[in-house]
Structure formats: C-alpha cells, structure tokens
C-alpha cells in the first residue's frame, strides 16, 4: 500500500522540514525583547535600542596633535636647519586650561599635546622640529624653529570627530569597546539597549552525572548543559543551567515548568528521538504545543520546537528539544537557537557569523537528503582557505569540535564531496 503523499514511506512520519523552513517557523512573529537603561559598564556586548545623536562637538575646540610649539605659519615659512627662525616665547598652552595671551605676529607659545591653540596661532611645530630639549619643565624665552609648518599643520579641528546633534550610533549596534567609547566621547553616561534573553538549560537522561562528580556503572558527565549554557552566553544571553531530569515525563515536565516561569527560551538536551524513554516532545506538548519536529541537517535531526503560555498570560516562552548526543546538541544550538536569540536581543543579522569559501582536504560523507555540517579546522592556503576535518565526524565526538573553528556545509542534494572540492564554511571563531 502507498503511503499518503505527506507521509514519509520509510519513517511513516512526516517529511523532513529543511533549516530555512524551520528556522522561519522558530522566528515567526519574534520581535526584539524591551529596552531597559544600562550604564557603560554594562553595555558591553548589549545591542542598542534607539539611535544616538552626538550630545556634543567633539573636539570642543582647535587643539594640538603634538607636543611643540604654537606659531603663525607665515612666521617660519623661511626656518630651515641651516638659517632657523628665532621666535619669543610668551608662555605656555597646556591640556585643561586655556593659555593667557595670544600668539602675536614674531612670538610662540609652548603647546602640548591636547591643549586648546591659543589665539594668533594657526599651526603647531613639533618640538623635534624646534632647538628646544623635549621633556624640559623649564619654559624658554626663546626657540629656534628649524624647518617650516604648513597652515592647520598639526592640529585637530574642532568638531573634527563629532558635531552635537550629528548621528552618532544606530540603533541595532552591537556594543563594543570603540562603540561605548564613542558614546562617552558624545555626552552619554548610560545606553537604551535591548534586554537579554534568558535562557534555561535542562538536561535529560538517567545516565547523566553532574561534572567532576563520581560516575557510577553507565553513568556519563552531563557535558550538555554546560556546553550550551557557555554557548548562550557567548551568544549575549542570561543563561543558567536547571539540572538534569530522569527520563521520566513527570520530572521532565516538574523541570521545564519551573523554567518557564523565568526563561524566555528553555532548551531541554536529550529525550526528542523515538526512543521509548525520549518524553520530551510529550513534555513539550503537554505545557504548550509543539511546532515542528525533525529537520533535514546532519547532525541533529531530531530537533523539536514549541512554545508555551507564560505563568502571567503575557507572552510565549520558546521551547527548544536538542539531541542528547553532544555535538548534535551544540551545532543544532548554532544554526536554530543562536539566530533566535540574536532576533530577541536586537541584532539585525541573525547570523553573525562570517562565512568562507574552502577546499575539502579530505572527502566528506553523509546521509541522503540531509544538510551535512561537518567540523573543520581552516588552514590558510595561498590567497584562499582549506578545510581540515577536525576528527571523527559522529556526533558523539565531541573532542572534534572542540578542535574544530568552522562548519563545512554539505548540501541535501549530494552523498558526499571529494578531496578538493569548494564548500562554504561558517567560522565559529
């Protein structure tokens, strides 16, 4: 008998959703989470809510690239090394305070790096260029200028770097170190940033032990949850880890339903194959619903996804099933739950990661019809990439990822791909 045309005929279940299909299903109807105000110190890696306008003009006025000495240009425009110019020092300009006088036509005026130009001054001679000892606290009453200044040579005009009420920062930026710095630099002291994600990390199996603690026969380190609790993190998310749940339905759903009182997005590893102890599917539907189930990548097929109702009735919680097997678990989190979390937190790429083209140093298998990430180590190669495998290929081995800095892509549309052909791969470093 043939089966339904929306039925698998080997696996009697629906048809393997591809990862465009099932990323757009997770990211449906997702918006960025709320603002909140942060101060700088807590901004980094925060992405921002609004645009910035500058508040000020930056610098607020001429000031000095260098240490020397302020002249009218027109003044030394004859100094060479053999006839130097001797000008009269009046005094002296020095950061945080502005110079008494001006610079009339045949004096300088001691200048340091930063200090506002004084009047009458239109160019800076550094004091290399001058017979003046650098270093020296004691002001000349004369400088012999050796060499000739362009006008505007060697200061910074004002407004050079900002302008108050010229953009400064967009909103959906990324806060990095220059980032914040320039924000300071603008006149601002705190920043509306999206709120991070929280996400909760459940782990799932009667063979998992805590890691360090003694194993008993058959027992395992839970290596999951602290794998993607560091994953979220790296990701910008609030993240924490609940426990591990015995492979029972009861305790699986005790866990997941205290999660969902504090996540926005919970991730149980484990239990979402067919196996007879794989309950969290079950569990998924039992607190809310379930999306979608199983995805044509490889690894990390069995992959489910549903959302649930809040405690308070506001909103949905996302619920992500991830497999047990450790690589699986952590590729399947970069290409489904890194982009959600990215969508939560502002980002306007989802991605954020930089894709490369490479050449296979080995040739690479896989299963039919399914979307192969294998784990690679780039070596540079001439003006171009190769693709190393970083070890054995099965999701179990997880000292392969660990050695691995990119995912090679396979498409769905071929077994496998010889030596030295091209595929994409996206960095994780």
């Known amino acids: 008998m043939t089966a339904p045309a929306h039925v698998h005929p080997e696996t009697n279940a629906e048809p393997l959703l591809s990862l465009e299909e ?14 909140e105000e942060v101060t700088l110190d807590e901004a980094l890696g925060r992405v921002l809510a609004e645009s910035l306008a500058s508040r000020l003009t930056l610098p607020p006025w001429d000031n000095s690239a260098m240490d020397g000495f302020a002249v009218r240009a027109a003044d030394v425009a004859g100094a060479a090394s053999e006839t130097p110019v001797s000008l009269q020092v009046t005094g002296e300009a020095a950061a945080g305070r502005v110079a008494d006088g001006r610079v009339e036509p045949g004096t300088a005026m001691r200048i340091l790096t930063g200090a506002p130009v004084p009047e009458g001054a239109d160019a800076v001679v550094p004091v290399e260029q001058t017979d003046a000892a650098p270093g020296v606290a004691e002001l000349p009453t004369r400088v ?14 004002a407004g050079g770097d900002l302008r108050a009420g010229e953009p400064l920062l967009t909103a959906g930026t990324m806060l990095s170190p220059a980032t914040i710095a320039a924000a300071a630099s603008g006149g601002y002291g705190t920043l509306s940033v999206h709120r991070r994600p929280r996400l909760a990390v459940l782990s799932t199996g009667d063979e998992l032990v805590a890691p360090g603690e003694p194993l008993g026969p058959a027992q395992i380190p839970d290596s ?21 749940a015995k492979d029972s339905l009861d305790d699986v759903i005790e866990h997941l339903a205290a999660a969902i009182g504090w996540a926005d997005i919970v991730i149980a590893s484990g239990g979402v194959s067919v196996g007879a102890h794989d309950v969290v599917k ?11 189930w199983r995805v044509a990548v490889q690894p990390g097929k069995p992959v489910a996804f549903g959302r649930a109702s809040r405690p308070t009735g506001e909103g949905e919680v996302l619920l992500f099933g991830l497999p047990g097997n450790p690589v699986s678990s952590q590729v399947t989190f970069e290409l489904f739950v890194r982009p959600v979390l990215r969508r939560l937190a502002g980002h306007p790429d989802l991605i954020g990661r930089e894709i490369v083209r490479a050449r296979l140093a080995q040739p690479a298998h896989k299963a039919p019809n399914r979307r192969a990430f294998l784990r690679v180590r780039l070596v540079e190669e001439g003006s171009g990439w190769r693709a190393e495998l970083a070890g054995g290929q099965e999701s179990h081995m997880l000292s392969a990822l660990a050695r691995a800095d990119g995912l090679a892509v396979v498409p769905e549309d071929v077994d496998g791909l010889p030596a030295g052909a091209e595929v994409e791969v996206i960095r994780l470093r």
Do not use: K, Q, W, Y
């Open 22 to 35: 099932a990323r757009a299903r997770m990211l449906e109807g997702l918006e960025p989470l709320p603002a």
């Open 282 to 292: 079950d569990a998924f539907a039992l607190l809310g619903r379930v999306d979608l």
């Open 224 to 244: 999951n949850s602290v794998g993607l609790v560091a994953l979220a993190r790296a990701s910008g998310a609030e993240a924490r880890s609940i426990g591990v």
């Open 144 to 157: 012999a200028i050796l060499e000739p200044v362009a006008t505007g040579a060697h200061i910074r005009e």
